[in-house]
Nanobody
Framework: VQLQASGGGAVHSGGSLRLSCVASGSISSINRMAWYRQAPGKQRVLVADISNSNSASYADFAEGRFTISRDGGKRTVALQMHSLKPEDTALYYC???????????????WGQGTLVTVSS
């Protein structure tokens, strides 16, 4: 299983970006999907996550500005980000809990990280 993230880039403060992450491989089902981020010199933190019943939760800094969504049929999780601030600058990682074909348990997978840079 591989996760491919895309959509990062450089924007000015107040701008918007949409990140997307698609899973490929021998997948039976996907449970939790999420986006994390890691700023330079800091630990990786949860931005938002969404269950397979589409219940979403957000970090305080993301609430009201970011929206996470998923398309199970396309094995995709997206993060729409608005009103971006310089402090949102970070590597953004997608995460999916995948049950692979032939197994009955979930395995966590990470994408490669996509860079978001917000200038003032």
């Amino acid at each position: 299983v591989q996760l491919q993230a895309s959509g990062g880039g450089a924007v000015h403060s107040g701008g918007s970006l949409r990140l997307s992450c698609v899973a490929s491989g021998s997948i039976s089902s996907i449970n939790r999907m999420a986006w994390y981020r890691q700023a330079p010199g800091k630990q990786r933190v949860l931005v938002a996550d969404i269950s397979n019943s589409n219940s979403a939760s957000y970090a305080d800094f993301a609430e009201g500005r970011f929206t996470i969504s998923r398309d199970g049929g396309k094995r995709t999780v997206a993060l729409q980000m608005h009103s971006l601030k310089p402090e949102d600058t970070a590597l953004y990682y997608c995460y999916q809990e995948v049950t692979t074909s032939g197994r009955s348990y979930e395995i966590p997978f990470w994408g490669q990280g996509t860079l978001v840079t917000v200038s003032s």
